[in-house]
Structure formats: C-alpha cells, structure tokens
C-alpha cells in the first residue's frame, strides 16, 4: 500500500494543529538562537578595522534583502 500523499492543506492544518500543542504547553515555538554580542552600528562604524584583524563579531536582525552580484 501507498501512503496517502498530503496535500498543502492538510499539511498546512498539521502545523497550525502541532503549533497549538506548543503555545498550549507555554513552549515557544520560535525560541532565539543568537545572542547580540555587538550593535550593528558600531560593526559598521569599525567595518575596515574588523576586516583587517579578522575579528568576529554576532549581530542580530532580519535581512531585508540579499544582492548576490558584484564583490
């Protein structure tokens, strides 16, 4: 026998039941993963010192757009 293959509905249905479970139970279900080490300002106000010392820094924020082309 085959398994029925979902359709993006009940797919779609699952996870809003699964997400429920989770905020039922307190859990968060889009928990943070990073934590701000340093404010984006001043990594780009220390851009060219940061790049010649190889220095890693963690920032937090969304990306509001990706250019792929150029250097």
């Not at 479970?21 to 859990?27: A, K, P, T």
């Amino acid at each position: 026998m085959h398994a029925k293959t979902p359709t993006p509905l009940s797919e779609f249905d699952e996870r809003r039941a699964k997400l429920k479970r989770l905020e039922e139970q307190n859990i968060n279900p889009y928990p943070a993963q990073a934590e701000q080490k340093d404010m984006i300002d001043a990594v780009v106000s220390r851009f060219a010192e940061l790049e010649e010392t190889q220095e890693t820094v963690t920032v937090c924020g969304r990306l509001r757009s990706k250019r792929t082309h150029g250097n």
